[in-house]
């Protein structure tokens, strides 16, 4: 059997890019813009790039972007979308725990969990973090958000879910959070681009910024920063605190 995440992905694209977490995309690709200070030269990684939402705005801004996805579903919405607005992106079919690119890119991002996070071991998920650094340039930097374990410790993640709710949207119910491995196991329910209603057992790892900072400490990463992660209006103006679902991550290799 599959695991959840491929189930999921597997004919979700269109209901995808309706779902709410979806649409701060503009908003979200400015904020990378100024990471690189708006410079065109810069190549970009879009790993975990589903349907290229963020991938084809970089693209309209004057981006050079790759973009990779387990996804052959999420990947072929997202050719579609970039043809339709004569967008030329290289969209490539790959599982990010496996090497990929080498001393290649100037930016990776990773974004919407992006992969990272989703895994269901926590050294599944170092691997991905492992091949996005194995593919900047020295001085490249990663932009990512993941689950902050720093929310559950003070709120409930069925409560948060339960507010999310959405007419024809994704439903999370039967949320547990177990402290001794920062996971939230639930039973996630959507209906698929065909209109099938299915139903999945997920977890997903929540991490507490000092083991982001560790992690990429392993990996070279020098400059580390970390903020609340706002759908829409990523700010390095917002300091992480226990009312942030999601965290923001920008490092800078050295």
Same mark, same amino acid.
């Given at each position: 059997?599959?695991?959840?995440? %491929? @189930? ?11 779902? *709410?977490?979806?649409? $701060? !995309?503009?908003?979200? #690709? ?18 975990? #790039?589903? +349907?290229? &939402? ?17 996804? @052959?579903?999420?990947? @072929?919405?997202? =050719? ?7 967008? !030329? ?22 974004? #919407? %969990? ?15 973090? /492992? ?7 020295? =001085? $490249?930097?990663? *932009? ?22 959405? /007419? ?5 119910? /039967?949320? !547990?959070?177990?402290?001794? +491995?920062? &996971?939230?196991?639930? *039973? ?13 057992? #997920?977890? %997903? =790892?929540?991490? *507490?910024?000092? @083991? ?10 020098? !400059? ?11 700010? =390095? ?5 226990? /009312? ?7 490092? %800078?290799?050295?």
């Amino acid at each position: 059997m599959k695991p959840w995440y %491929e @189930e999921l992905f597997k004919n979700y694209a269109q209901t995808y890019d309706k779902e *709410v977490y979806t649409q $701060g !995309t503009i908003g979200e #690709c400015d904020f990378i813009e100024k990471e690189i200070n708006s410079d065109k030269t810069k190549k970009i990684l879009d790993i975990g #790039c589903g +349907t290229g &939402r963020h991938a084809i705005e970089l693209s309209k801004k004057g981006y050079s972007v790759t973009g990779i996805d387990l996804s @052959e579903s999420q990947l @072929e919405h997202a =050719r579609q979308k970039a043809s339709a607005l004569s967008l !030329t992106i290289d969209f490539r079919k790959h599982d990010a725990r496996m090497p990929h690119f080498s001393n290649a890119f100037d930016l990776a991002i990773m974004l #919407c %969990e992006g992969g990272f996070s989703l895994m269901e071991t926590d050294e599944m998920n170092f691997q991905i973090l /492992e091949n996005a650094a194995r593919a900047l340039k020295p =001085r $490249g930097k990663i *932009v990512f958000t993941t689950l902050n374990g720093l929310f559950p410790l003070f709120h409930s993640v069925k409560d948060f879910f339960d507010s999310q709710k959405k /007419e024809g949207a994704s439903t999370s119910k /039967e949320n !547990t959070f177990n402290l001794m +491995t920062f &996971r939230d196991h639930s *039973v996630v329910e959507f209906t698929d681009d065909s209109g099938n209603k299915k139903t999945l057992q #997920c977890n %997903e =790892r929540f991490y *507490v910024p000092s @083991e982001i900072t560790w992690l990429l400490k392993s990996l070279q990463f020098q !400059t580390i920063a970390i903020f609340g992660a706002k759908l829409g209006a990523f700010s =390095r103006n917002d300091t992480l605190t226990t /009312e942030d679902f999601e965290m923001l991550i920008v490092a %800078e290799k050295s």
